[in-house]
């Protein structure tokens, strides 16, 4: 027998990936999107789409996406990002493995990051995966910035991956970047953390040379560079913000 599945998701101006997100979750019973407030059609299209919306002012992406499974029916959820695409043969797993008598709580899925139009195969994007669907009953998020689901069970793995497209503009991609350097430094006030030289010079080359050379990203051409570079600047960025912080400096 079918399991009943709730698909969650948090949004923010999404306009442009509701109608194929929507569509790419036939398989569930119910799906509930919370809205920071968007300020595009993503609420006005995702109802029209059959999709409760409910909106919750952002505080970080934990509280939201806990928020999230709280107003799901069912126990087992499925929360992707807008950005990710459920493929019709991962659609068929999933619906497999929660009707299964698996003792797996949740379940990592792999995803194919794709960059300025290009699948992304190194950089550490080859290992790249998130929990993407789980049991609402042991599984919870936590975490400000790069929220991570605490499974209190055992953990498995699909075969069959999602196809992620984080980039739709530079500029966007950017964006991303620089509310993820934010909270980050954000969450490094709270914990008084101060930072020093170390963090400004050594912290954002040792990311560059960690993805674009020990992690082969050099392997993926200019595409592979674009993205070291603007993610070690990332987080020079954090520690530049959390260094303003300290001095009251906007």
Known sequence: MKSKITALAITLNEEENVKQYVESLSFADEIIFVDSNSSDKTV????????????????NFSNQRNFAINQAKNDWIVFFDLD????????????????????????YVKRNFHFMGKRIKFGGWQ???????????????????????????????????????????????????????????????????????????????????????YRLGFMDGKEGFILAYVHAFSVFKRYLQLWMMYRKID
């Open 44 to 59: 006005e299209i995702a109802q029209s789409l059959g999709v409760k919306v409910i909106q919750r002012d952002f505080d």
């Open 127 to 213: 290992s790249d995966k998130a929990i993407r669907v789980f049991n609402k009953k042991h599984c919870k998020y936590n975490g400000l910035v790069h929220e991570t689901v605490v499974a209190n069970g055992k953990v498995g793995y699909l075969k069959e991956r999602v196809n992620h497209f984080s980039y739709r503009s530079f500029d966007n991609y950017n964006d991303k970047l620089n509310l993820y350097s934010k909270l980050q430094a954000e969450s490094l006030y709270v914990k008084n953390k101060r930072p020093n030289a170390y963090h400004f010079f050594i912290r954002p080359k040792y990311r560059f040379v960690w993805q674009y050379f």
């Open 84 to 107: 990710e695409i459920v493929t019709p043969e991962l659609n068929t797993e999933i619906v497999s493995v929660t009707s299964s008598n698996s003792d797996c709580v949740a379940y």
